[in-house]
């Protein structure tokens, strides 16, 4: 998997080497474990999907690429749409605290069980709707976000630090690219556009799970 990453682009070797130590069979039902380890997305339930590894990998490289040093280089992460867990565990190599956030209950469940089996303990995973952010007075490093609004909502850039990026796709189904916006000053964004990428649609509010 890490020579097909290498080969689609990613360059970022400190991403590669987070991704070979994440084993991504843990955060799927053992019925699609054979499948764990290509270049695909696969179902979690609830109608919501793992991403491929390649979209886990550019992501977290975008949100790296101003840094150069190994190790911890953010401070606090926010994470939206976290789902299983797989996108936590790799941002855990990079940054001293994730806040992750996820809207079906059973997956909130299910992600911090994956986390506690490979024993990451800096990631808290809250229940909640990921367009009020964290809903408490904490500003991040980076904000990564797996689910696709039709725009993405102001108010998650105001919840950045200076310097720090919103990574996050925008679009309908079928139309959507990946956005990168940093915060360069206090109320100054740069803003990038990059590839298509197909996200299940962000919605509001929270979910029991029903199926």
Same mark, same amino acid.
């Given at each position: 998997?890490?020579?097909?990453?290498?080969?689609?682009?990613?360059? !970022?070797?400190?991403?590669?080497?987070?991704?070979?130590?994440?084993?991504?069979?843990?955060?799927?039902?053992?019925?699609?474990?054979?499948?764990?380890?290509?270049?695909?997305?696969?179902?979690?339930?609830?109608?919501?999907?793992?991403?491929?590894?390649?979209?886990?990998?550019?992501?977290?490289?975008?949100?790296?690429?101003?840094?150069?040093?190994?190790?911890?280089?953010?401070?606090?992460?926010?994470?939206?749409?976290?789902?299983?867990?797989?996108?936590?565990?790799?941002?855990?190599?990079?940054?001293?605290?994730?806040?992750?956030?996820?809207?079906?209950?059973?997956?909130?469940?299910?992600?911090?069980?994956?986390?506690?089996?490979?024993?990451?303990?800096?990631?808290?995973?809250?229940?909640? !709707?990921?367009?009020?952010?964290?809903?408490?007075?904490?500003?991040?490093?980076?904000?990564?976000?797996?689910?696709?609004?039709?725009?993405?909502?102001?108010?998650?850039?105001?919840?950045?630090?200076?310097?720090?990026?919103?990574?996050?796709?925008?679009?309908?189904?079928?139309?959507?690219?990946?956005?990168?916006?940093?915060?360069?000053?206090?109320?100054?964004?740069?803003?990038?556009?990059?590839? !298509?990428?197909?996200?299940?649609?962000?919605?509001?509010?929270?979910?029991?799970?029903?199926?």
């Amino acid at each position: 998997m890490i020579q097909q990453l290498l080969d689609m682009g990613i360059k !970022d070797f400190r991403v590669l080497d987070a991704i070979s130590q994440v084993p991504r069979h843990i955060f799927l039902d053992q019925a699609l474990w054979s499948r764990a380890y290509e270049n695909m997305a696969l179902t979690i339930g609830y109608k919501q999907t793992i991403s491929q590894p390649y979209i886990v990998a550019k992501m977290t490289e975008h949100l790296l690429s101003h840094t150069s040093k190994r190790g911890k280089v953010l401070n606090r992460v926010l994470e939206i749409g976290s789902g299983c867990g797989y996108q936590s565990a790799v941002l855990s190599y990079f940054s001293n605290d994730i806040f992750a956030v996820e809207r079906i209950k059973p997956l909130v469940t299910k992600s911090r069980e994956n986390l506690r089996e490979l024993k990451i303990r800096n990631v808290i995973v809250k229940h909640a !709707d990921g367009f009020n952010g964290w809903e408490e007075e904490i500003r991040f490093d980076g904000i990564i976000c797996a689910a696709a609004p039709r725009q993405y909502p102001k108010e998650l850039l105001e919840l950045l630090e200076v310097g720090g990026k919103l990574v996050i796709p925008v679009g309908f189904e079928g139309e959507q690219k990946l956005f990168v916006i940093s915060k360069t000053a206090e109320s100054e964004y740069a803003e990038m556009v990059y590839e !298509d990428v197909a996200f299940v649609p962000m919605l509001p509010g929270t979910s029991n799970g029903e199926m």
